[in-house]
């Protein structure tokens, strides 16, 4: 079975301007999860999708959005985009959900100047 | 927030020893699960080990869970210079759709 896609792999923005990141779950997996990582913040939860619903939402703010497609397939966008937001954004797939093992697309890493 | 703490931050040590690797969280659970991310790259799952289990052994991998102590370890047994990476514990708990990190342990694997 292919991995979780993610793309693009890099990405350089400046200030202000907004992104869309994609992620390809592995072939079956119905649940999509995002998580932000930084050096400072670590790994953290932005949010999850299950058949096109966001079932949860981590603590940032509302320029972090998402979506997931009918074929399981998800985006998110950063609206207005600050220095803070540089980070390495992953992308992990499950069947059903996160208390199952999930697998781990390479991620987006996004540099803002 | 991080429900995990690792410890150490970092280990170092020459091919063929043993790592060891541990990892404390907060609140009550339903899995640990430990995960390998090479310099910056995605995350490698490893083994999953579930509340009611104590230990698990996946090839060169032994990790313990503790839920007395709301603690668990990560065991690398003749370990190898491609083992060198940063290790995550993650965890889930009640009905929470997510999982939550440690800080990680950067282990060094010398030649």
């Known amino acids: 079975k292919a991995g979780v896609t993610q793309t693009p792999r890099y990405l350089i923005k400046t200030r202000g301007q907004q992104v869309t990141l994609s992620c390809s779950p592995i072939?079956?997996?119905?649940?999509v999860s995002w998580y932000q990582q930084t050096p400072g913040q670590g790994l953290q939860f932005l949010f999850e999708?299950?058949?096109?619903?966001?079932?949860n939402k981590g603590n940032f703010p509302g320029r972090f959005s998402g979506r997931q497609f009918s074929n399981s397939r998800s985006e998110m966008n950063v609206s207005t985009l600050e220095l803070g937001d540089s980070a390495l954004y992953l992308c992990?797939?499950?069947?059903?959900?996160?208390?199952?093992?999930?697998?781990f697309g390479p991620g987006t890493r996004l540099l803002v100047l | 927030s991080q429900q995990g703490e690792e410890d150490p931050q970092a280990l170092s040590i020459q091919e063929g020893e043993n790592a060891t690797m541990n990892c404390s969280y907060k609140?009550?659970?339903?899995?640990l699960q430990w995960y390998r991310q090479n310099s910056g790259r995605g995350l490698v799952h490893l083994i999953l080990i579930r509340s009611n289990e104590r230990e698990k052994h996946s090839g060169r991998l032994r990790v313990t869970l503790d839920t007395s102590k709301k603690s668990s370890s990560l065991l690398i047994t003749a370990s190898r210079a491609a083992d060198t990476a940063s290790y995550f514990c993650a965890t889930d708990r009640g009905s929470a759709r997510q999982l939550t990190f440690g800080s990680g342990t950067q282990l060094t694997v010398l030649p």
């Open positions: 072939s079956g997996h119905r649940s």
């Open positions: 992990a797939s499950s069947r059903q959900t996160a208390q199952e093992t999930q697998y």
């Open positions: 999708y299950f058949s096109e619903t966001q079932r």
């Open positions: 609140t009550s659970i339903n899995n």
